[in-house]
């Protein structure tokens, strides 16, 4: 197949966040078999502008935006005031209004240049891009399940008016998200509970949903001698509110509960751009680290890896990152959405309340045979379903069913 595939960030490996690793994991299962066409906007996320230099002087078929901020102070306001001014008269969310920007010249060129079988169309930023009306499509929306907007009100009145227009912002998803994914022959989604989200917000879409999880490019799995007893970790990036809300709950109320069933059990949040509520976390038995250059030290230390995660959708990569380094891991049962529905039970300790996680854990901690266990089979699981090969056998049956949906052939 001949694949257009629109990222809302350059692919790649060593990147923040799960976004740019899941691209990565997409883009070299698809390259494997297919001919790929990649268009994307970068900005001033770490590593962004370097991988997308990378990639331009390699052999992929490759085209970005460049959306990081002028050295004039000029430009960056007039930039600023275009933003706030499309902001004011359209109905897309802040992330879509500065994401998109001036991609959709570069993808009106390269659809009128290129013979192209599929546009495959990754996070809702890109959705309201324009293609040619004969090409078919597939969105994958990755979080259908939205945090409430209240979530974003502060405690701090001087944080309140920015905290009061964010929650404005998030509450234009609601309308905007439905209307985003009409556009589209399919629609990817990562995990159950999202699918069925589609099917609230928008029943007449349901049929048009596929489930298929991700998938990364498979790490060497950890040392187990590199592990420091005791050590528990949650890794994830703060600007996503579930993940402030499960690190609350960990260090707040799980930790009292594990300390008293594994008293030198220690807690480590690494993450980046942890707010204020996250550093306050920070005490004897709790240790905040921000904005690590990588999350890999603290893997390879952890004993166990806990997911606390209670709100938001999609799949987390914070939990398959450490089942593909072969750690133990304990999630919630919406932690281990995108982890089942294979023939085999997710290697996972699954439990639903901080007394279940906090008992899970020590059990994990006071055992070392059980947990090097769980950690081999974790990794066994990894290569199995969710190598770059194994997710793009998944992405070609998709796009193959979107491509027939547009040329259904003789009647």
């Keep these: 197949m001949r694949i257009l595939l629109v990222t809302s960030m350059v692919p790649d490996a060593e990147g923040v966040g799960a976004i740019p690793k899941l691209l990565h994991a997409q883009l070299v299962g698809l390259r494997e078999r297919h001919e790929v066409t990649l268009v994307a906007p970068y900005g001033e996320d ?213 300390e008293a069933e594994a008293p030198g059990a220690r807690l480590r949040i690494v993450g980046s751009s942890p707010p204020r509520e996250v550093l306050d976390l920070a005490g004897p038995r709790v240790e905040v680290i921000a904005d690590a250059p990588s999350v890999e030290p603290y893997l390879d230390a952890a004993s166990v890896v806990i997911a606390p995660v209670r709100s938001g959708g999609g799949m987390r990569m914070k939990v398959l990152e450490p089942l593909a380094r072969g750690k133990a891991v304990v999630t919630t049962p919406l932690g281990a959405e995108g982890f089942t529905g294979f023939d085999q039970e997710p290697p996972l300790a699954i439990a639903e309340t901080g007394e279940a996680i906090a008992a899970a854990t020590a059990r994990l901690l006071g055992d070392d045979s059980a947990r090097r266990e769980l950690g081999a089979r974790a990794r066994q699981f990894a290569e199995r379903h969710y190598s770059p090969q194994a997710w793009a056998t998944r992405l070609e049956a998709v796009y193959g069913e979107a491509a027939a949906l547009k040329d259904p052939g003789p009647r």
């Design 46 to 258: 770490p590593g962004q502008a370097a991988a997308a230099e990378r990639l331009a002087c390699s052999d992929l078929d490759a085209h970005f935006v460049d959306r990081r901020r002028s050295r004039s102070s000029r430009r960056r306001w007039r930039v600023r005031a275009e933003l706030a001014m499309t902001w004011a008269q359209r109905d897309w969310p802040w992330r879509v209004v500065s994401g998109v920007g001036g991609v959709q010249s570069l993808v009106d060129r390269i659809t009128a240049e290129r013979q192209l079988d599929v546009v495959a169309v990754e996070d809702n930023p890109m959705s309201v891009l324009r293609f040619p009306a004969s090409l078919p499509t597939v969105l994958t929306e990755h979080e259908a399940v939205r945090a409430d907007a209240e979530a974003w009100r502060s405690a701090r009145l001087a944080e309140r008016p920015l905290a009061s227009l964010r929650a404005r912002d998030w509450r234009r998803w609601d309308s905007f998200l439905p209307k985003a994914w009409r556009r589209f022959d399919l629609l990817q989604v990562f995990s159950e509970g999202d699918a069925q989200a589609v099917g609230e917000q928008a029943p007449d879409l349901a049929p048009r949903v596929r489930i298929n999880p991700y998938g990364m490019v498979l790490p060497a799995a950890a040392d187990p001698a590199a592990e420091l007893p005791g050590t528990i970790l949650f890794a994830g990036t703060f600007s996503h509110l579930p993940n402030r809300e499960a690190a609350r709950w960990l260090a707040t109320e799980i930790m009292p509960l594990l």
